[in-house]
């Protein structure tokens, strides 16, 4: 109901203004004016104050300070109420306070266990070193375990053997029992077949089949005189039966078998030589008569000849025939096994001997092979006592 004012030459449409600090002093722009704000500075321009603790009181440098008794018991000790194992979690209760879950499943090995693997034990003297798999080493003392003689010797309190199981008591300690079933036969007893028997002197030795040999000295059966002499009253062979009558003692059959069998089989060698000879002499018979030139020995073949003497206790003597054509050409040793001992490779053709030392082998059979050109060409037994 009146005349209007128009304000517009009075305003800049805005009362925006900046701040700006310039060392101590804070401006406003538009306006000459200016505020040394420095009186509420300390030296440091800054406006850091140090605390302290002095007992139970906190200070502020400069300003108050302000007790802490009523905060604090002069201790931060707390007894546990209580803890607890669930599975891989750790509960312990804190008196007078909240209770704590720790995790242990970082401790594990992985299988839900905490099995470790030992990777070493050492004892030294009663000292028994064990090393744990990821851990350190551990030491125990085992002198406690002694029997106070510095050892631990155990005298048997009692054995007995029922059927397969021997029940062994020990003194001042358990009784054991022992399943010997595993070192049986098959046949309920433990009867074992002696593979050979060689006397030297007075020494007896025999080897067990499937086991070691034993050496049993005889001297003790021998007479006053050093001697066990008796005279023979009769000898009667009967095929490979040798029976002896001995004077005012029990006639002893012996098996000459074993004895003979090495040679029979040498004999049979020999007689497939002689065989063989006998056919290449009457070749050789037609060849000269028919005017045949021979070339040499080419048209013969290999042949590998029987060890003398066989059986053998010290060297022996191998004979052998090579052809000029063959390339490759070795003598292998090896045990009845098939696991090979000794490798000669022969470079020489024709006839050839080799020396073979029996000290490369110990007592028992032997197979040894004439390999030409990767075939074998002959096999012969090889007995070494």
């Keep these: 109901d009146g005349n209007s004012v128009n304000l517009a030459a009075f305003m800049d449409n805005t009362d ?22 420095s009186a509420y500075l300390d030296d440091t321009d800054t406006d850091d104050q140090t605390l302290s603790l002095s007992s139970n009181t906190l200070s502020i440098a400069d300003g108050n300070s302000v007790n802490l008794d009523a905060f604090m018991d002069n201790t931060d000790d707390q007894n546990l109420s209580g803890a607890s194992l669930i599975g891989s979690t750790l509960q312990i209760d804190i008196e007078n306070g909240s209770s704590v879950q720790v995790n242990l499943s970082s401790l594990k090995d992985g299988t839900g266990t905490d099995q470790q693997s030992l990777t070493a034990a050492t004892l030294t003297g009663t000292n028994l070193q064990i090393g744990i798999e990821g851990g350190n080493s551990t030491s125990v003392d085992l002198a406690s375990l002694q029997d106070g003689t ?15 199981q021997l029940q062994i008591g020990i003194e001042n300690g358990n009784a054991t029992t022992v399943d010997l079933a595993s070192l049986q036969d098959g046949t309920g007893t433990d009867d074992q077949n002696l593979s050979s028997a060689i006397l030297i002197g007075s020494n007896l030795e025999i080897a067990i089949e499937n086991g070691n040999t034993v050496s049993v000295d005889l001297a003790s059966l021998n007479s006053s005189e050093t001697t066990d002499n008796q005279n023979l009253t009769s000898a009667t062979l009967n095929g490979n039966i040798l029976r002896i009558e001995i004077e005012d003692g029990n006639p002893v059959s012996v098996d000459l078998m074993p004895v003979i069998a090495p040679y029979q089989a ?30 040499g020995f080419k048209n013969v073949g290999a042949a590998l000849y029987q060890n ?9 003597q191998i004979k052998y025939f090579i052809p000029e054509e063959v390339k490759n050409a070795s003598i292998v040793f090896y045990d009845t096994n098939g696991e090979i001992y000794l490798k000669n490779e022969i470079s020489r053709r024709g006839v050839g001997i080799i020396e073979f030392d029996r000290s490369l082998l110990s007592s028992g059979t032997y197979y040894y092979s004439l390999i030409i050109d990767d075939k074998k060409i002959s096999t012969k037994k090889l007995i070494l006592i």
């Design 308 to 316: 003398a003497p066989n059986p053998t206790t010290g060297s022996a």
């Design 266 to 295: 040498q004999i049979q060698d020999v007689e497939n030589q002689m065989e063989q000879l006998k056919n290449e002499f009457e070749a050789l018979k037609v060849f000269v008569m028919q005017g045949i030139q021979l070339d």
């Design 16 to 37: 925006a203004q900046d701040l700006s600090l310039s060392a101590h002093t804070l401006s406003l722009s538009g306006d000459a004016s200016s505020v040394d704000l």
């Design 150 to 164: 510095g050892t631990d010797d155990q005298n048997m309190g009692s054995a007995i053997l029922s059927g397969t």
